[in-house]
């Protein structure tokens, strides 16, 4: 299998795509990573041990390392938790007991950094929440980036609307700066945003189905009813969509998906400010500052959709 490490703020979908982790044979998950996002990152941190406990992992073999509490520029947007979207626990208030075990003794960073260089081109790193960890270890080791097998990034909104505001996708929003870092830090990128994800979703009767199904259905369930009641507010939908289980998807077939290659860069500053921006030219802007330098990397812009969905659904 191979190795992975899931940088993550859990958050209702990022707890389905931590969970597809344990039934999915393909990848032996090796650590979690918390930051903020959907919550603030000390709660993130709680959550992810609950989900190493639910999921039956060691927390010696699944360790769980707390990252970043600020974007790098510090104090700026991003002190805006997501309560609206999955509840003021981060799993739809469900009330959940505390985690038996605490978080390891090093930060998200130095983690990853350690990890991907005790097992060099052997570690895909999934990251889905806003990028600081993921920037704060390619500062720790600028060579990281081609150490890691692949960094698969959940962000952004390339030729649609965002969902923090029209132009910005909420984790590069969230720190917008490490996400410019870091999508131009490394070949070995696969990124997909809203491009795809909104796309792929359970209805609000998929996910009754879900109910007593496997070891994680009536879980999935019940986390899933506020971040379901979002959804009709908001979009008038009945049903969810599935933005970090879907990266978990591209991670175990990425064949599913229709991948594009360019260069990619964030906005940083002013109405725009967290816009991913992709240049899917064939060839290229002729020297043009800022991003003929730039790696050329995967983005996703479709995939089979209902393939996906069903892969989510199994795991
Ligand atoms: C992303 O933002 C978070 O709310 C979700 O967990 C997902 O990672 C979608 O924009
Ligand atoms: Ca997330």
């Keep these: 299998p191979r190795l992975l490490?899931?940088?993550?703020?859990?958050?209702?979908?990022?707890?389905?795509?931590?969970?597809?982790?344990?039934?999915?044979?393909?990848?032996?998950?090796?650590?979690?990573?918390?930051?903020?996002?959907n919550v603030p990152t000390a709660l993130a941190t709680q959550n992810a041990l609950r989900l190493v406990e639910m999921a039956g992992w060691a927390h010696q073999d699944v360790p769980v390392a707390q990252g970043a509490a600020r974007s790098?520029?510090?104090?700026?947007?991003?002190?805006?938790?997501?309560?609206?979207?999955?509840?003021a626990d981060g799993f739809g208030d469900v009330g959940l007991p505390p985690p038996r075990g605490s978080p390891a003794d090093c930060s998200a960073a130095e983690f990853i950094v350690r990890t991907v260089n005790a097992h060099p081109g052997r570690v895909t790193v999934l990251a889905l929440a806003p990028l600081t960890n993921i920037a704060q270890a390619l500062m720790l080791d600028p060579a990281l980036g081609n150490k890691w097998a692949e960094l698969v990034v959940l962000g952004g909104a390339f030729f649609t609307n965002g969902n923090v505001n029209p132009s910005a996708e909420a984790n590069i929003f969230g720190d917008p700066d490490a996400a410019d870092l870091v999508l131009g830090a490394t070949p070995r990128l696969r990124v997909l945003g809203l491009d795809v994800t909104t796309h792929c979703r359970l209805s609000g009767a998929d996910l009754e189905a879900l109910k007593g199904r496997g070891r994680f259905g009536s879980f999935?369930?019940?986390?899933s009813q506020f971040y379901l009641g979002f959804h009709k507010e908001w979009y008038d939908l009945d049903g969810i969509m599935l933005h970090d289980p879907t990266a978990m998807a591209a991670v175990l077939r990425p064949e599913l998906f229709e991948w594009r290659s360019g260069a990619v860069r964030v906005a940083c500053e002013g109405v725009t400010k967290g816009h991913t921006v992709m240049d899917a030219s064939p060839k290229g802007f002729h020297g043009h500052h800022g991003w003929a330098e730039r790696p050329r990397v995967q983005v996703a812009l479709g995939a089979r959709r209902e393939e996906v969905v069903e892969l989510i659904r199994q795991r």
């Design 220 to 223: 999935v369930r019940d986390i």
């Design 72 to 87: 790098l520029k510090a104090g700026t947007d991003m002190e805006r938790i997501a309560d609206f979207v999955h509840g």
């Design 5 to 37: 490490i899931i940088d993550t703020d859990p958050g209702v979908d990022d707890a389905m795509a931590i969970l597809m982790a344990a039934n999915s044979p393909e990848v032996r998950l090796i650590g979690i990573t918390t930051v903020y996002g």
